[in-house]
């Protein structure tokens, strides 16, 4: 079967072997699998080391095409979209999970899909069938259902930012995205299912002008309760301290590749500022994820343009020349 593999990195699409389903578990036939800008980190940061421990597309589409499990939740033949990673979910013996910092649990960060997304057949254990695993509503097309685990990211962030999806107080907390890639977007999307004022900043315009045709603004008259930060620029740091209220949050949703820049000691005392990172989802994020888009709260048609497999590393180079907003690859 073609899969992708980074070499020196550039994406080459080679010849492995099918998965084999030994143990419980599926093989999945995938559909699709949207490129994320971690997949663009790991291939900017790659090295002759550390390549083939790279493993490359978690925004999963597919059908279910093989499957023995002791649960009953799906069968062959079911349309599924799904995420990569999962905690042990061991309260008793995990720090991580019991206090609910599931992203940083051990297991969390060695599980994985096999061989990746890339792929044209992928393995997933049981414990994917259990947590990371989601019957998508053949309404929506392939490439929304891609969305999945992202806007799970974006669900586990505003929940960090501490709004509750049930709350019908948020429509009184006015919130700033700073970055409106597609996953800024995202965000704004998420932040409106939560009944929050959502506006959205970007130095590009193009990019601006893209959020108010999906109905997001910017109004630089406003300071905000809570600052999105999904901009992987330094310089953002210091739009987000001068949009914040005094007392509060800063959400960091990003890395930037200037690692010394930061906030300053003093602005944060002197100003009660809340800095809070958000990584990746936990399973509850997840399964709000799926209901999102399945009812569809979250709305993510026209976002994304298409490539063939084999166009793999034509996407990559158009996203990193920022020609296309997202990429979901149609394997």
Avoid: W
Avoid at 192 to 218: E, P, T, W, Y
């Amino acid at each position: 079967m073609k899969s992708a593999k980074l070499k020196n990195k550039k994406i080459e699409i080679v010849d492995v072997p099918k998965p084999t389903l030994k143990d419980f578990g599926a093989i999945i036939k995938v559909i699709g699998c949207g490129l994320c800008g971690s997949d663009l980190v790991k291939i900017k940061h790659s090295t002759p080391q550390n390549e083939d421990k790279i493993v490359l597309g978690h925004e999963v589409v597919g059908i279910i095409d093989e499957i023995k499990s002791s649960e009953n939740k799906f069968k062959k033949g079911d349309v599924v979209a799904l995420s990569h990673h999962y905690p042990c979910m061991d309260k008793k013996n995990c720090q991580y999970c019991n206090n609910g910092s599931y992203s940083m649990c051990p297991t969390f960060k060695k599980s994985n899909i096999y061989p990746n997304g890339f792929s044209e057949y992928i393995f997933v254990n049981q414990n994917h069938l259990k947590y990371n695993i989601y019957k998508m509503n053949k309404d929506l097309s392939y490439d929304q259902m891609a969305f999945l685990e992202p806007l799970s990211c974006c669900v586990r962030a505003i929940r960090r930012a501490g709004f509750s999806y049930e709350d019908k107080n948020n429509s009184t907390h006015n919130s700033l995205v700073i970055g409106l890639g597609s996953i800024g977007l995202l965000m704004l999307k998420g932040l409106k299912a939560f009944n929050v004022n959502a506006f959205g900043f970007d130095i590009s315009s193009k990019r601006m002008q893209n959020a108010l045709i999906h109905g997001f603004c910017f109004d630089e008259e406003k300071k905000y309760d809570v600052v999105f930060l999904t901009a992987g620029n330094s310089k953002a740091i210091d739009t987000a301290l001068n949009y914040v209220i005094d007392g509060g949050k800063i959400i960091v949703f990003s890395s930037v590749e200037n690692d010394f820049a930061g906030f300053k000691n003093n602005e944060i005392y002197y100003r009660e500022l809340s800095v809070i990172s958000s990584y990746s989802p936990a399973i509850a994020d997840l399964e709000l994820s799926a209901k999102l888009l399945n009812e569809k709260i979250v709305d993510v048609k026209n976002i994304s343009t298409h490539y063939t497999l084999d166009n793999l590393s034509q996407a990559v180079n158009d996203s990193f020349n920022n020609d296309v907003f997202k990429a979901y690859i149609e394997i």
